[in-house]
C-alpha cells in the first residue's frame, strides 16, 4: 500500500474508498487540513488506470495547480476567463485542435480548489466536456 494511503486519517480514508468506487467525491475543509494529500494518491490512481492524457488536473489559479501537478483551468479549455456563452466556448475549443483533443481524451477531472471557482465556469466546463464527449459516455458522471 502506498504510505501516503496507509497514514490516511479516517476521512481521508472515506474519500480515497469513495475514489476507488467510482463515485464523484468533493473534499471539503479548512485549509491545511490534508485536501490535496488526498488528491496526490487519487490523481495517480486515476492516471495509472487512465493513462495521463484522460486525467485533467486543474485549479482556477496556477499556484493551487502547481500544488497537484496540474494546470490552471483557463489553460484547460484554452479560454481567457472573459464572459462567453457556453456555445462560443465550444467554437473556441473546436476551434483549437490541441486543446480539444486534451478535453475529448478526458476521463476523469480534478478540480482543486473548487470554492475559488465561479460556478458559472462548473457549468461552462461541464457542457464544453458532455458536448465532446462519445455519445455513449455523455450521461456518465
Not at 485549479?59 to 495547480?65: D, E, H, V
Not at 479549455?77 to 485542435?97: D, N, Q, Y
Request: hydrophobic residues 45%; proline residues 6%.
Amino acid at each position: 500500500m502506498d504510505p501516503i494511503v496507509a497514514s490516511f486519517d479516517q476521512g481521508q480514508r472515506a474519500v480515497w474508498a469513495s475514489f476507488l468506487s467510482g463515485t464523484n467525491v468533493a473534499v471539503l475543509g479548512p485549509a491545511g487540513c490534508g485536501k490535496s494529500r488526498v488528491l496526490q494518491p487519487c490523481i495517480a490512481a486515476a492516471r495509472r488506470d487512465h493513462g495521463d492524457a484522460a486525467v485533467l488536473v486543474m485549479s482556477w489559479t496556477w499556484a493551487a495547480a502547481r500544488l497537484i501537478d496540474g494546470q490552471a483551468y483557463h489553460s484547460h479549455i484554452g479560454a481567457s476567463p472573459v464572459e462567453l456563452s457556453k456555445e462560443r466556448t465550444l467554437e473556441m475549443v473546436m476551434s483549437k485542435p490541441r486543446i480539444r483533443g486534451i478535453l475529448e481524451r478526458s476521463h476523469v477531472v480534478f478540480i482543486d480548489e473548487a470554492p475559488t471557482f465561479p460556478a458559472r465556469h462548473f457549468s461552462l466546463l461541464e457542457f464544453v466536456l458532455r458536448s465532446l464527449s462519445p455519445t455513449h459516455m455523455q450521461g456518465e458522471p
